[in-house]
């Protein structure tokens, strides 16, 4: 599955961005998905992960509360609402595809190139 994440932006603090994540092939719905992110010189780190039918999400400590993952799967889409932003979320945001809900990025087997998160105080 080949993945393209796109939305990301220069926002203030406490404003909101929607990220989005296409997925290609037609076998979307098979996948878990995740979004991670990682900051200059950090780590890439757990945002949040929805399972296959979108029933079960999970989230970060840092972000529970302020962001939403959902996916549309007859779109093929998977997205993360982001809200009350703060500058510690500066970050370049990537999705991910995998077997199971996890929050270690090996557990992924498919990545999109990223995209810039950039919030300014």
């Known amino acids: 599955v080949q993945l393209q994440a796109s939305g990301g932006g220069l926002v203030q603090a406490g404003g909101s961005l929607r990220l989005s994540c296409a997925a290609s092939?037609?076998?979307?719905?098979?996948?878990?998905m995740g979004w991670f992110r990682q900051a200059p010189g950090k780590e890439r780190e757990f945002v949040a992960a929805i399972s296959r039918s979108g029933s079960s999400t999970y989230y970060a400590d840092s972000v529970k509360g302020r962001f939403t993952i959902s996916r549309d799967n007859a779109k093929n889409t998977v997205y993360l609402q982001m809200n009350s932003l703060k500058p510690e979320d500066t970050a370049v945001y990537f999705c991910?595809?995998?077997?199971?809900?996890?929050?270690?990025?090996?557990?992924?087997?498919?990545w999109g190139q990223g995209t810039q998160v950039t919030v300014s105080s």
């Open positions: 092939g037609r076998t979307f719905s098979s996948y878990v």
């Open positions: 991910a595809a995998g077997l199971s809900v996890s929050a270690l990025p090996w557990a992924y087997g498919y």
